[in-house]
């Protein structure tokens, strides 16, 4: 039961330039969270640490943070306190007195991002300030105390979240990910550095496994079997794998090269693969109306799917430690091949954009719909044209396959990865959220 | 022509590689200047450096950003202490990014192209240190942007030099700046006057141009170093520059490949004196130094990154316990020992309070070696500044014939430094051709002791929003004399002419 008066601002409203996709009113707590959520993007690809799993944490805090704040004046909810690990109950609302909804996820959204992209550039410090002027002006309707307690709340509700993610052993990353000292792993099946640029002689965030995961029990609740073993010799599967990987790169349709690059999400030029998943679900909320609520449930779920599944593949990614396709394809059959894509500076078992995209097609099938088409324009604006799908999973199983057209993952990588993201996202898709 | 002498020419003698000592003249020299600002000043900061009163000696003009930009006539005495008096040469506009000298009209006196955060400048130089605006003169519009970069190429018949100026974010979306970058633009000249300016749309958020004839076919392009933090869908970019039509982009099918980086200058030269330029590209974390991968007629401007190979990576503070990324804004190409091999220097800085990256970054000076790997020596030569660098400009400063330095740093001092040596031989090279572009703009400069070939070609844009118009400075090493020859704009080749070392020496067709 619904027992708290909700105070709206009736005619206040703000418009926000940047953000054309959806007109915004600062009493329509749905659009607050779009508008934040969009700076995000950006934040994502113009913030130097944020590599795809760092991307994928930020997501999963500000999912959950924004979700016990548009929860937190309701009475029809369900925290997920309790349901995440290590997510002590969060402050809640004085039941007798009145609360703005919007208020209350600005004043989250705001402090949080702030916290999360607190070692942004100038231009994304000023970016996130001009936002959280422009949204506090189209709160200025709102009687004075309505408006100071819905920010107190707002307030709480980040700093508990932004302090529950300072143990979660992903707060700190140096030198972009990268450790100053690594030892390799013996042997021709592991992996070596790929890239010609020197911070990326060891491999990004090898300790990311270590971090607690947010749904998913333990970093490896959905471990993989071994890849094809590995081997030089002709007919073997590992060298078939290889072959594969090869003659694809060598005939890749027109078609393929677009597949490719659509979903290469290259860190630092795009808003990452967690990201590119992120925007998909804004574009539908733009789309179908999604109110606060419905979107606040489905970015934290996805956020949360999205952190764990980089945790699982980490885990993976290490215990294997598999050679990229160049490496092999260099030693074995064409040391002058050349991928269309560059290749990633990690291991290469599991793809993690496979993992990824299985834990997300699991979470947004599971709360959308088996055969909910949609056009993803994620990267309109960098000149890739939309491309239509009839389903998430057909929009996963084409991101997967992008990374063997791109030559930078075998097809082992592309269909185990889907199978662990899968597994990796029904954990998230089992949180409660509604009473 | 110089005069033909006869020294004897053997192969270039071995010469250690000496670390120059460089004393730091700041405060004696009397340069008391700052680039100052916040957004719309975190690039920038170019130094110009050219002879105004014909003392040989050059004066130095600086970028103030929000404060005035300053201008310095050079007193330094030959061979001695660095000595720079602020006069007003009517060059002090506020708002100013950077600025490139350069002989617009050609009557043998200096202008200045001034770059600012709102209407770009042309200074019609008068002599002996003077300016005047001549942007209505010369039916110039500067526009209204945040103009970042600069480069002018004389066409061939054309009077004047035709201009591009590069330019940064469309200041009006300071909230939401990411993928609204301002068109760069081509001003070509109609007789001795401008026309209409030629967008080069998609520009990027340009913070280096250069013209430059990296496939030795006696044709300019445009080379453009873009600043990914900004752009949407952009990369680097060359562009064709077919007389009398419009620019057009070098595409995949033509052989250009798509690199993405925090572009922020150019330095170019000849490393391996094979008749193609290479081009170092500063950046964040890894700098790039290209060279071509089939260096032949027909080249498809196909390059490879050799950074790494050649030491020249700079991606990361190499002194001090900071481990964060570098930031790395001017570079330039400069023989600081005279040892006949080109050196680099990196100017430093981070951008603004960027966690992410460096704050103590030091500048790099990055020796040249006779195997062609770069050694870093900016500690031991003593010019490894922490403070904000931007522009820079390697230049001889007191006509003793070893490279001085100067560094303008962003909300802090700049610099100026004496190269004390010790240094090899030196030869100083300045061009003069009769009509249009005096000064040979676009010529190739080939020096060479023995077999030991050193090729510069004489440009102007490139490095961080400032550059050096004058002669092109050569070291000999321990050699008393060289050849040299020139590869004119027009293609036309001089004979190979002999100088004894240490001397300016100017060549003429």
Redesign the interface.
């Known amino acids: 039961m619904h027992r708290r008066r909700v105070l709206g601002l009736g005619a206040a409203a703000v418009a926000v330039?940047?953000l054309p996709r959806r007109a915004l009113a600062a009493s329509d707590p749905g659009a607050v969270l779009t508008t934040w959520y969009r700076?995000v993007l950006?934040l994502v690809?113009?913030?130097?640490?944020y590599s795809p799993p760092v991307a994928s944490r930020a997501f999963a805090y500000l999912g959950v943070a924004a979700w016990e704040a548009v929860a937190s004046d309701r009475g029809d909810t369900v925290s997920l306190a309790g349901q995440l690990a290590g997510l002590p109950p969060l402050p809640a609302c004085d039941p007798g007195l009145t609360y703005n909804p919007a208020a209350i996820l600005n004043a989250t959204l705001s402090r949080a991002v702030a916290a999360f992209f607190?070692?942004t550039?100038?231009?994304g410090q000023?970016?996130m300030q001009?936002?959280a002027r422009?949204m506090g002006k189209g709160l200025t309707g709102l009687p004075a105390d309505v408006l100071a307690r819905s920010e107190a709340l707002g307030h709480a509700i980040a700093d508990h979240i932004i302090a529950w993610s300072l143990t979660d052993g992903g707060a700190v990353v140096?030198?972009?990910g990268f450790p100053?000292d690594y030892t390799l792993t013996d042997g021709p099946a592991h992996w070596v550095p790929t890239s010609?640029?020197?911070?990326q002689q060891t491999p990004l965030l090898p300790g990311w496994a270590n971090n607690r995961p947010f749904a998913m029990p333990a970093g490896n609740s959905c471990a993989l079997p071994p890849p094809p073993a590995y081997s030089e010799e002709v007919g073997s599967a590992f060298h078939a794998e290889a072959m594969e990987v090869y003659t694809t790169s060598a005939r890749l349709t027109e078609d393929q090269k677009t597949i490719a690059r659509f979903w290469s999400d290259d860190p630092?030029?795009s808003p990452t693969p967690p990201g590119h998943w992120v925007d998909i679900v804004l574009q539908i909320s733009d789309r179908d109306g999604l109110d606060a609520l419905r979107s606040a449930d489905i970015l934290a779920r996805l956020g949360v799917a999205m952190a764990d599944a980089f945790i699982g593949c980490w885990e993976a990614k290490f215990a294997h430690d598999l050679l990229r396709p160049v490496t092999y394809i260099h030693r074995v059959i064409d040391p002058n091949w050349e991928p269309l894509l560059i290749t990633p500076p990690f291991p290469e078992y599991p793809s993690g954009h496979s993992t990824l995209s299985g834990a997300a097609a699991t979470v947004l099938t599971a709360s959308l719909g088996a055969d909910f088409a949609f056009d993803d324009a994620t990267h309109e604006?960098?000149?890739?044209a939309a491309r239509p799908f009839p389903s998430f999973w057909a929009a996963a199983q084409e991101a997967a396959i992008s990374r063997l057209y791109g030559g930078i993952h075998f097809r082992a990588a592309v269909e185990r990865g889907l199978d662990q993201g899968a597994c990796i996202g029904a954990h998230a898709v089992r949180l409660r959220t509604l009473v | 022509m110089i005069r033909a002498i006869g020294f004897c020419l053997l192969a270039l003698p071995a010469m250690a590689q000496e670390v120059p000592r460089f004393v730091e003249e700041t405060a004696s020299a009397g340069l008391t200047h700052s680039y100052t600002g916040g957004w719309e000043h975190m690039v920038g900061g170019g130094v110009a450096v050219f002879d105004c009163n014909g003392d040989d000696k050059p004066e130095v003009f600086m970028a103030g950003g929000t404060g005035p930009a300053g201008f310095w006539r050079n007193d330094s005495a030959t061979g001695g202490a660095l000595t720079l008096t602020p006069i007003d040469a009517g060059l002090g506009l506020t708002a100013v990014t950077g600025a490139y000298p350069i002989d617009i009209d050609s009557d043998g006196i200096t202008d200045l192209a001034i770059l600012r955060v709102g209407e770009d400048v042309l200074m019609r130089g008068l002599g002996d240190c003077r300016f005047t605006r001549a942007n209505e003169e010369w039916g110039f519009d500067g526009g209204d942007a945040w103009s970042t970069a600069f480069a002018a190429i004389w066409e061939a018949g054309l009077a004047f030099p035709t201009l591009a100026f590069g330019t940064y974010i469309d200041r009006t979306q300071e909230a939401f700046p990411w993928g609204n970058c301002t068109d760069n633009s081509l001003h070509r000249p109609d007789g001795r006057r401008y026309g209409a300016a030629i967008p080069l749309t998609p520009s990027f958020c340009t913070l280096s141009l250069l013209f430059t004839d990296w496939n030795a076919s006696g044709s300019k392009s445009l080379r453009v170093s873009n600043d990914r933090e900004y752009y949407k869908g952009g990369q680097e970019q060359m562009w064709h520059l077919p007389s009398g039509e419009p620019p057009r982009l070098y595409t995949e099918a033509e052989g250009w490949k798509r690199l993405r980086i925090w572009g922020m200058g150019i330095a170019s030269t000849d490393l391996d004196a094979d008749g193609y330029p290479e081009f170092f590209l500063t950046s964040m974390a890894d700098h790039k130094l290209q060279t071509l991968v089939a260096p032949a007629p027909g080249t498809l401007p196909d390059y490879t990154d050799v950074a790494w190979a050649k030491g020249v990576t700079a991606h990361r503070p190499f002194m001090g316990d900071d481990p964060r990324p570098s930031t790395g804004w001017h570079a330039q190409f400069a023989d600081v020992n005279n040892d006949a091999r080109a050196d680099l220097f990196v100017a430093k800085g981070n951008v603004w309070e960027m966690p992410d990256f460096a704050a103590a970054d030091p500048n790099n000076l990055l020796l040249q070696g006779p195997d062609g790997v770069f050694v870093e020596a900016a500690d031991r030569a003593g010019v490894a500044s922490t403070l904000t660098a931007r522009g820079a400009a390697v230049v001889d400063l007191n006509a003793d014939g070893a490279l001085d330095l100067l560094v303008v740093n962003r909300n802090a001092p700049a610099q100026v430094w004496r190269n004390v040596g010790p240094v090899g031989n030196w030869l100083r090279v300045a061009l003069s051709q009769p009509g249009a572009n005096p000064a040979g703009v676009g010529a190739w400069v080939e020096v060479r002791v023995g077999d030991h070939l050193q090729r510069h070609e004489v440009t102007v844009g490139g490095g961080h929003a400032g550059g050096i118009w004058g002669a092109l400075h050569f070291g000999l090493g321990a050699a008393n004399a060289a050849e040299l020859r020139v590869i004119w704009p027009d293609g036309s080749v001089s004979d190979w002419q002999t100088a004894p070392a240490n001397q300016a020496v100017t060549i003429r067709p």
């Open positions: 330039a940047f700076l950006e690809r113009h913030t130097a640490t607190g070692n550039g100038p231009t000023r970016a001009a936002m422009q140096e030198n972009m100053m010609l640029i020197r911070q630092m030029l604006a960098d000149g890739l």
